[in-house]
T-cell receptor, first 113, second 114 residues
Framework: AQSVSQHNHHVILSEAASLELGCNYS??????LFWYVQYPGQHLQLLLK??????LVKGIKGFEAEFIKSKFSFNLRKPSVQWSDTAEYFC???????????FGKGTRLHILP | DGGITQSPKYLFRKEGQNVTLSCEQN?????MYWYRQDPGQGLRLIYY???????QKGDIAEGYSVSREKKESFPLTVTSAQKNPTAFYLC?????????????FGQGTRLTVV
């Protein structure tokens, strides 16, 4: 079955801590990969994306993600988080053969000042 | 400004009534999507459409219906058959093609059925 799994539902960190949010997908075809962020009361916005080429992609606000094809993973990282990173983060996958985008259940990140 | 417009932002309906949520885009995108967002459930795909006059069921299509008569518009009807319709509904669009598959989202419609 096609699915996106985000391992952590709720993460609490102190400011300046390092962050890694896990994302794995289940799909046999070609994919494009995304991380979206939803700040409290705001729209979903794109954090970063992978289509092809260098598997390490950099996004806005110091976030990066690495696509590991053999592990079907696309983990999100940030070396040092800030209080303003408090938000919900969603991993999403475009399934090329099926021509649709599916999302994980999200990870709620809470940064302590 | 180009974008996706969902209306209304808040919607209240009585149980047993059908209700239609509007989604319009002026981005010239071919693909449009409807998702439902519930706490702890992420975004679940209801219906999607890659081209005018064609659409496919997503993972939770039961109790919903859509139409795609125009490229710009993809309205979602929540029917009385939907057992738990109270939720936040998000419309998105994209222009599938190399490097263009990311989804752009509207502001959402919060539907409350009483």
């Amino acid at each position: 079955a096609q699915s996106v799994s985000q391992h952590n539902h709720h993460v609490i960190l102190s400011e300046a801590a390092s962050l890694e949010l896990g994302c794995n997908y289940s799909y046999g075809g070609t994919v494009n990969l995304f991380w979206y962020v939803q700040y409290p009361g705001q729209h979903l916005q794109l954090l970063l994306k992978y289509f092809s080429g260098d598997p390490l992609v950099k996004g806005i606000k110091g976030f990066e993600a690495e696509f590991i094809k053999s592990k079907f993973s696309f983990n999100l990282r940030k070396p040092s988080v800030q209080w303003s990173d408090t938000a919900e983060y969603f991993c999403a996958v475009y399934l090329n053969r099926d021509d649709k985008i599916i999302f994980g259940k999200g990870t709620r990140l809470h940064i302590l000042p | 400004d180009g974008g996706i417009t969902q209306s209304p932002k808040y919607l209240f309906r009585k149980e047993g009534q059908n209700v239609t949520l509007s989604c319009e885009q002026n981005l010239n995108h071919d693909a449009m999507y409807w998702y439902r967002q519930d706490p702890g459930q992420g975004l679940r795909l209801i219906y999607y459409s890659q081209i005018v006059n064609d659409f496919q069921k997503g993972d939770i299509a039961e109790g919903y219906s859509v139409s795609r008569e125009k490229k710009e518009s993809f309205p979602l009807t929540v029917t009385s058959a939907q057992k738990n319709p109270t939720a936040f509904y998000l419309c998105a669009s994209s222009k599938p093609g190399q490097g263009n598959t990311e989804a752009f989202f509207g502001q959402g419609t919060r539907l409350t059925v009483v």
